[in-house]
């Protein structure tokens, strides 16, 4: 028994929900940090604000998607969880632009991020559910299209409305200007209509079809314990969880007594929490007590080879991305057009511009989505992938030298390129290797590689800015200009199920 073939428009319809997505993500990576300056943020306070958004998504996405596999009702497996995660994303985002306080924002940036990733999560593994291995990369390269697409109008958004339609760009001190406001509003609609069109335009194969189509494709095992391993790992997580958690003690007491930034708490702090899950983990099984916490956190110990090595590949991206979302609106104001006063007219023009940006760069991976499935044909998927993130890492470093609108809309070429890469390709060289018993969960997994580093990003740029940059942003994009070339080196090592490392 196989899962059919679906057609270009079925493929279009299960994705058109990402449009929605990536529309109030665009938002929110183009805009936080403007909103954050406007209600008082200074410079270095910035990353630690945007932690609320990989911290969610660490937490919400491997839970969503342990329960998303176990779940069946009258609209499916993974569409509750599509059009929860909507309603509440769209409510968010009417809020955000309204926050009368720096703290608000903060607390509401972190609702709306779990509000997205609950959306998000299920889509990656709603392509492993309906297609067939042959139309996987197909149907991560639709998703890399409709987020393009987007994110570009969402980027956009406030610069139409200040430039065409005459709706102000600025406002008194400590007040989000009316152009900002008015895209959030239109972003919470765009959100909740894509997604319902997903849900009301796709169906899902039941429980009964998917334990057939896993027990006929016996390429992929299901990731199970066997006793033998089952006792490694009980031993292996008390292990590790103890090395952790002294690890995190340790740090923490060195920062504490030598008076160092307290955004570095945050790192350790979660090392010594993850560490004590690790630990309690291996207690319980030790009982035979078997519950959803006690297989989340054991399952991470059984993740296939594949998705182990991405993982560095998608760590030292997603650090390059956090330093670009969260510090080219101050690297462009600052070193690219000298203003620093968020009330000036020459910051909010500068500003402006930084939407425009991501509008390029989003515009450019929903341009060359289908492309990069061609190239892998003919070379790999790993190649492509390197070449990608190479062409990216050096589109970042080079903001550093341009003096230009002009000159950045190139720059954003470039990251476009490594962008619609990064939306894709990891996801095709992963899905192969994935039982579909668990794709969801391992998908949800997966994302703990996006996260981790934003979370590092967050941690040590602020820092590292302050520190030995004298507050000077754009060399954290420097910084992840070259953590942007070292994933694509490291995607080298990658070793993938051959059948699919090139788009069939």
């Known amino acids: 028994m196989q899962k059919r073939t679906l057609s270009f428009w079925e493929i279009w319809n299960m994705s058109f929900g990402f449009l929605g997505i990536q529309f109030g993500f665009a938002l929110q990576n183009a805009n936080t940090s403007r909103i954050f300056e406007t209600l008082g943020a200074d410079v270095d306070q910035i990353p630690i604000l945007w932690i609320a958004a990989p911290v969610t998504g660490l937490v919400v996405q491997p839970i969503i998607g342990y329960f998303s596999d176990r779940t069946w009702t009258r609209l499916g497996r ?170 995190g003690v340790a740090v923490s007491w060195y920062i504490f007594m030598n008076d160092l930034t307290k955004e570095l708490y945050i790192l350790f702090v979660g090392l010594i929490v993850i560490g004590a899950l690790f630990m309690i983990t291996s207690m319980l099984r030790k009982q035979k007590i078997r519950n959803g916490f006690t297989v989340i956190v054991t399952d991470m110990l059984n993740m296939p080879d594949t998705m182990k090595q991405l993982a560095w590949v998608q760590f030292f991206s997603w650090f390059a991305l956090f330093s670009l979302w969260i510090y080219t609106t101050a690297a462009v104001t600052g070193h690219v057009f000298g203003a620093s006063d968020p009330t000036s007219e020459i910051y909010n023009d500068a500003a402006d511009w930084v939407p425009v940006m991501f509008t390029v760069y989003n515009g450019v991976a929903a341009a060359v989505a289908f492309l990069l499935p061609v190239l892998a044909k003919r070379t790999s998927n790993k190649f492509t992938h390197l070449l990608a993130l190479t062409i ?34 990891p996801y095709a060289m992963l899905s192969g290797s994935l039982p579909s018993a668990k794709m969801g969960y391992y998908m949800g997994v997966f994302n ?28 954290a994009l420097i910084v992840g200009g070259f953590s942007m070339i070292l994933a694509g080196l490291l995607t080298l090592r990658v070793r993938t199920n051959k059948r699919l490392d090139i788009h069939e």
């Open 78 to 247: 993974r569409r509750p969880y599509f059009l929860a995660g909507a309603i509440l994303s769209s409510i968010a985002l009417f809020i955000m632009p309204d926050s009368p306080t720096l703290w608000i924002a903060a607390g509401t940036l972190w609702i709306m991020d779990a509000s997205i990733n609950i959306s998000m999560e299920p889509f990656r593994a709603f392509v492993g559910d309906n297609l067939p291995a042959k139309q996987r990369t197909l149907g991560f390269a639709m998703q890399s299209f409709f987020i393009g697409i987007g994110a570009v109008v969402g980027s956009l958004l406030p610069y139409v409305f200040s430039s065409w339609m005459g709706i102000s760009n600025t406002a008194p001190e400590g007040v989000i200007p009316d152009s900002v406001k008015w895209s959030f509003y239109v972003g919470g609609i765009v959100f909740l209509f894509a997604v319902i069109w997903t849900v009301v335009k796709s169906k899902e194969y039941s429980p009964e079809e998917l334990a057939a189509f896993e027990m006929a494709d016996k390429k992929i095992a299901p990731v199970e314990e066997t006793a033998e391993q089952r006792q490694s790992n009980i031993k292996k997580q008390l292990y590790y969880g103890l090395g952790m958690f002294v690890l």
């Open 392 to 425: 990216g890492g050096i589109s970042l470093i080079s903001i550093f030298f341009l003096s230009s609108k002009a000159g950045l809309l190139l720059s954003m070429v470039g990251v476009g390129v490594a962008w619609a890469s990064i939306l894709s390709l």
């Open 448 to 475: 703990f590689f996006i996260v981790i580093p934003q979370i590092v990003a967050a941690t040590i740029l602020g820092y590292i800015v302050k520190e030995f940059f004298s507050n000077q942003p754009v060399y």
